[in-house]
């Protein structure tokens, strides 16, 4: 299976997880490694106009292209995450209730909704797992970002 991430070029090819474990994201408290990727280049898009100023917005981005193994992610049902998951400001509940997945999990990676659309999906994967050498960087594009996603 394929799936997306967006970020500054220079990290492109850097699948350690560490942008996440320094900052944190919803699915993961400060301290615990994770790619946060999309199942398409449109959500990945939009995921991260959601969370990038454009201040901050990189000269030069990349979108990296992954491969997972098959049946190597865990699909959670709404029922089963916490109530609060989709808010706005980040709950610290879906924060220890990913780490806490992310760590205990038999899976590479948790298929968990979009808060932007909800019925799509992005695939946290734990850079951690044993599995994870599994996972390929099949190719890596130049993103030119149009500004007036965020206008």
């Given at each position: 299976?394929?799936?997306?991430?967006?970020?500054?070029?220079?990290?492109?090819?850097?699948?350690?997880?560490?942008?996440?474990?320094?900052?944190?994201?919803?699915?993961?408290?400060?301290?615990?490694?994770?790619?946060?990727?999309?199942e398409?280049?449109?959500?990945?898009?939009?995921?991260?106009?959601?969370?990038?100023?454009?201040?901050?917005?990189?000269?030069?981005?990349?979108?990296?292209?992954?491969?997972?193994?098959?049946?190597?992610?865990q699909e959670?049902?709404?029922?089963?995450?916490?109530?609060?998951?989709?808010?706005?400001?980040?709950?610290?509940?879906?924060?220890?209730?990913?780490?806490?997945?992310?760590?205990?999990?038999?899976?590479?990676?948790?298929?968990?909704?979009?808060?932007?659309?909800?019925?799509?999906?992005?695939?946290?994967?734990?850079?951690?797992?044993?599995?994870?050498?599994?996972?390929?960087?099949?190719?890596?594009?130049?993103?030119n970002f149009?500004?007036?996603?965020?206008?």
């Amino acid at each position: 299976m394929e799936v997306y991430r967006i970020g500054h070029s220079k990290y492109a090819e850097l699948l350690n997880g560490e942008g996440a474990r320094l900052h944190g994201g919803r699915w993961n408290s400060i301290g615990m490694p994770c790619l946060y990727t999309s199942e398409s280049i449109s959500l990945c898009v939009l995921e991260y106009a959601c969370n990038v100023s454009l201040d901050l917005l990189p000269l030069s981005l990349s979108i990296t292209i992954l491969t997972l193994p098959d049946n190597s992610w865990q699909e959670f049902k709404m029922s089963e995450l916490p109530k609060n998951w989709s808010e706005i400001p980040i709950p610290v509940e879906s924060q220890l209730w990913g780490s806490e997945k992310l760590a205990s999990s038999d899976d590479l990676a948790l298929k968990l909704p979009s808060v932007v659309i909800p019925s799509e999906y992005n695939y946290i994967i734990n850079p951690l797992h044993p599995d994870f050498k599994k996972v390929k960087i099949k190719e890596v594009r130049p993103f030119n970002f149009d500004k007036r996603i965020k206008q």
